[in-house]
């Protein structure tokens, strides 16, 4: 009897310690998803995909194919404040290096932005993994020039037309959508991936929407 109710025992101690087992990563999860408000930060990096059209505003030689669209290295930053588990406000600043028009063989213009908005973020908040579309307003400024580069042995290898307006330098509204998730990795540090677009009457090339923007990075939640 005593050996049956050792082995009893030492299966119920066995259970037990098979539940705990279960229970951590249950409660870790718990913890990751608690839906809390408070402040958060953020930085991205990225690409900036242009939307505008070269060959609006320069004609390639007869020789070369087309002229293209080069996209630009960006980084973000944001910082925030959950208010609620489905909504967030946050001020969002976007940096573009530079993007290239150009032939085969020269570099037409270039151009670069910076772009500041406050924007709200609605969650869709499921467990670790969260969602989320946003909208926002504020000021971006796009600088742009013709590259002194354009001349070279072969001739003209960017030949303007009537189009080209190069004198855009200065911070004008802009307005940003888009959308994206947060992935939770532990409860206070998550990965982030966001797509978006800017219009704004400050512009490069004359693009009301200049620029897709696609970035990943990381995200801490104080």
């Not at 608690?34 to 004609?59: C, I, K, M, Q």
């Not at 085969?104 to 908005?117: D, E, F, G, H, Y």
């Amino acid at each position: 009897m005593r050996a049956r109710a050792g082995r009893r025992a030492k299966r119920s101690r066995a259970w037990l310690a098979l539940a705990l087992l279960l229970a951590v990563p249950a409660a870790a999860q718990e913890e990751i998803a608690s839906h809390r408000s408070g402040p958060y930060l953020g930085v991205n990096a990225g690409a900036a995909l242009p939307a505008f059209d070269g060959e609006y505003f320069f004609t390639p030689p007869a020789f070369q194919a087309r002229v293209s669209e080069e996209p630009s290295l960006e980084f973000v930053a944001r910082a925030g404040w959950r208010l609620l588990p489905w909504l967030a406000i946050e001020a969002q600043y976007e940096w573009v290096d530079q993007w290239k028009i150009e032939t085969k063989l020269a570099t037409c213009a270039v151009a670069s932005a910076q772009i500041a908005t406050g924007n709200l973020r609605v969650f869709a908040p499921f467990e670790a993994v969260h969602p989320y579309l946003l909208g926002g307003a504020g000021a971006g400024r796009f600088k742009s020039r013709v590259s002194q580069k354009q001349f070279d042995f072969f001739g003209n290898q960017c030949t303007k037309t009537s189009n080209v307006d190069f004198s855009e330098d200065e911070w004008e509204p802009a307005f940003r959508v888009g959308g994206g998730f947060d992935v939770y990795v532990t409860r206070g540090i998550l990965f982030n991936l966001e797509v978006s677009s800017v219009y704004s009457d400050a512009k490069p090339f004359g693009e009301d929407f200049p620029f897709v923007s696609v970035s990943g990075g990381l995200g801490y939640r104080f």
